[in-house]
């Protein structure tokens, strides 16, 4: 580790423990990040391709080596496929994890999940009628068997199109129908993209890129909002609750379980466990004060915003968090979970278990969970958990915990503004707010840690911008102090009246990165509210420090539904200045709105009030020079 801690990380527990890990010689993501230094030329323009065996091929971006790949095929095709896979990949991670929480719902109407009930039966029967269910007189278990079989029809390809496409506003389906994106099935359209990326099926950069809107569709509209709505019939809709942050929350004298993914099926499994008697009784006999559950990355998000569990880090703290040698056990299921882990953690006492059957770690025990096994396994491994604090060695807490408001949704921020959207509406005409920001994504060592996400929102708010996080950015901002109500201290004077009226911090959390769906929900709201499509909105989206597949989908669905959203790092893309015209430019012909890359967040900002001040004037409403 050549560089100074100070460059890598904007966070004190962040600093601490990198210097913790070098200490005991624990080697982590900024070390392989720079030893893979130079990175190769071609890869990050998005330049080689390796599809087929006749390949590997490359293009010189200089024009003097080879401009074509064996089968032909140009520098705009192979950077338009190579993007088109990203989409396909984010969007498959996203909707599986979504056909995952299916399964559950239909385990659940079967009895055979046992452990997993309805939580909220209104969200149920509320979704069973957007499925065209008639929920009046029914069950609730038949209800919930039905609607998963819907559910599953989603996926297939027997319908035109996605079931929850209806909730986007109708000028926006309108406009999908017109140019050929309307998506028709979640796996279809992965499935599709992925056929047309084979070599030698469709080599028109354009047209693959129109099929990327489409599957990236799927999972905003499909996939991830399933994900979140079943997420939300089986645990609850979240509801604003105190939490704390940061690596602080471990605790010197309890049990420290972490879970680290995606899906809450597992994670809220092993939160009732560690909320049992029994084991807190076997805590107690093994000398601890109590059994501390806490969260990394998103299913970390998806436990904070239903129960208000503590989060211990994002994407590049979760190294870290196990150089604090307090780690009894950490259980990961899915996605985002870094290979190293097992490596990291066998140089402290931690038990590392991984718990999905598409989903294996070097340097874990493998324990399998599946709806029917997961009560009795999650007891089973909260019990050896506890066994193994007994064999803890030293540990090194490095910092005090922050507070933090998380668990808004749609259902509660509308809640909280009085049953309808109308006076954030109000507010936003009035210029108290200027508009409205969703901070998504991840972190990417390739950005100081934290750096990115911090400083644009801090930039949003003081200019009266309401800001919404989710995933890695949601815990960045929440460390910072941006999530307690006090926090509209740091607010512009329209954004601090507002949030000051109702209580509530200047940046809301709104969970996880399949809850950027909310999102989306949101932004139909207050589209249909004032009559106009998304992309009149003063809305904007941005991914700071995004590193992930998943993040490009991401973007790729906000972009298509009308949402300007500026990406921190540049996608490889680069090798083509068609592709890199189309999505920075073209697309605002094609859906209203664009990428732009801007990696220095306070440029960021510039270009994100810019674009809400010409938002606002368009509309009409009062707009300032930026
Ligand atoms: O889905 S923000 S690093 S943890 S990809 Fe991953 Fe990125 Fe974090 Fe969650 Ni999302
Ligand atoms: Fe090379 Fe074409 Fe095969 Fe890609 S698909 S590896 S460019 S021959």
Same mark, same amino acid.
Request: proline fraction near 6%; charged fraction near 20%; include cysteine.
């Given at each position: ?372 096994? @997961?009560?009795?396994?999650?007891? %089973?491994?909260?019990? $050896? #958990? *506890?066994?193994?604090?007994?064999? &803890? !060695?030293? /540990?090194? =807490? ?17 809640? @909280?503004?009085?049953?309808?959207? %109308?006076?954030?509406? $109000? #507010? *936003?005409?009035?210029?108290?707010? &200027? !508009?409205? /920001?969703? =901070? ?187």
């Amino acid at each position: 580790m050549s560089k100074a801690y100070e460059e890598l990380t904007i966070t004190e527990d962040g600093r601490k423990l990198l210097k913790k890990a070098e200490q005991d010689q624990v080697e982590t993501v900024w070390d392989r990040h720079q030893a893979q230094q130079p990175q190769c030329g071609y890869c990050d323009m998005g330049l080689s391709c390796r599809i087929c065996a006749m390949g590997p091929c490359r293009v010189d971006p200089f024009g003097e080596g080879p401009q074509k790949g064996v089968c032909g095929a140009d520098a705009d095709i192979i950077v338009a496929r190579n993007l088109c896979r990203m989409v396909a990949a984010g969007a498959s991670s996203h909707s599986d994890h979504g056909r995952d929480l299916v399964e559950v719902l239909a385990g659940v109407a079967k009895g055979t999940a046992p452990g997993y009930t309805i939580r909220d039966e209104g969200k149920l029967r509320k979704v069973a009628l957007e499925y065209g269910i008639n929920p009046e007189g029914k069950d609730v278990l038949p209800l919930a068997g039905e609607l998963a079989w819907a559910m599953m029809e989603d996926y297939g390809m027997r319908q035109e199109q996605i079931t929850l496409l209806k909730r986007a506003p109708e000028k926006r389906r309108e406009l999908w129908k017109k140019i050929g994106v309307t998506p028709r099935g979640i796996d279809r359209e992965t499935s599709e993209m992925m056929h047309r990326t084979h070599m030698g099926v469709d080599n028109g950069w354009q047209s693959l890129l129109l099929q990327a809107l489409r599957n990236a569709l799927s999972d905003g509209w499909g996939g991830s909002m399933i994900a979140t709505e079943v997420s939300d019939i089986l645990f609850g809709i979240p509801t604003p609750r105190p939490t704390m942050v940061n690596a602080g929350v471990l605790k010197q004298d309890q049990v420290n379980i972490i879970v680290h993914g995606h899906n809450p099926v597992v994670s809220e499994m092993i939160l009732k466990a560690c909320e049992s008697p029994e084991m807190l009784a076997l805590a107690e006999a093994k000398g601890a004060s109590g059994i501390n559950l806490a969260g990394v990355c998103c299913t970390g998000n998806e436990l904070l915003m239903r129960h208000g569990v503590p989060m211990a880090g994002n994407h590049l703290m979760t190294e870290l968090i196990l150089s604090t040698g307090a780690v009894d056990m950490m259980l990961v299921d899915y996605q985002c979970i870094m290979p190293s882990l097992g490596t990291v953690a066998a140089c402290y006492h931690t038990k590392m278990i991984s718990t999905s059957d598409k989903a294996r770690f070097p340097g874990m025990e493998h324990r399998e969970f599946h709806p029917d096994n @997961a009560r009795k396994l999650a007891e %089973e491994l909260v019990k $050896e #958990a *506890i066994e193994n604090f007994t064999r &803890r !060695g030293k /540990v090194y =807490i490095p910092v005090e915990p922050v507070p933090a408001i998380g668990g808004f949704s749609v259902e509660t921020i509308v809640g @909280a503004l009085g049953g309808t959207p %109308e006076p954030l509406i $109000e #507010a *936003i005409k009035a210029g108290k707010i &200027r !508009g409205a /920001v969703g =901070i998504v994504g991840c972190n990417n060592p390739k950005i100081k840690h934290d750096h990115g996400h911090v400083t644009l929102t801090k930039r949003l708010i003081e200019n009266d911008i309401l800001v919404v996080d989710t995933g890695c950015v949601s815990v960045a901002n929440a460390k910072a102090g941006f999530k307690v109500p006090e926090a509209i201290a740091m607010a512009g004077p329209g954004l601090k009246e507002v949030c000051g009226s109702l209580g509530i911090p200047p940046v809301l959390h709104l969970g996880s990165c399949v809850d950027n769906v909310r999102i989306l929900v949101l932004a139909s709201a207050l589209a249909d509210a004032l009559d106009v499509d998304i992309s009149d909105l003063p809305l904007a989206g941005a991914a700071p420090e995004w590193y992930s597949e998943k993040a490009v989908t991401i973007g790729v669905y906000f972009v298509a539904s009308g949402v300007y959203t500026v990406l921190g790092p540049m996608p490889p893309i680069t090798g083509s200045l068609n592709v890199v015209n189309l999505l920075t430019e073209g697309l605002n012909d094609v859906v209203g709105a664009a990428f732009a890359v801007e990696p220095d967040p306070e440029n960021a900002a510039l270009l994100i009030r810019r674009h809400i001040e010409g938002k606002r004037k368009a509309l009409g409403l009062s707009s300032i020079k930026v």
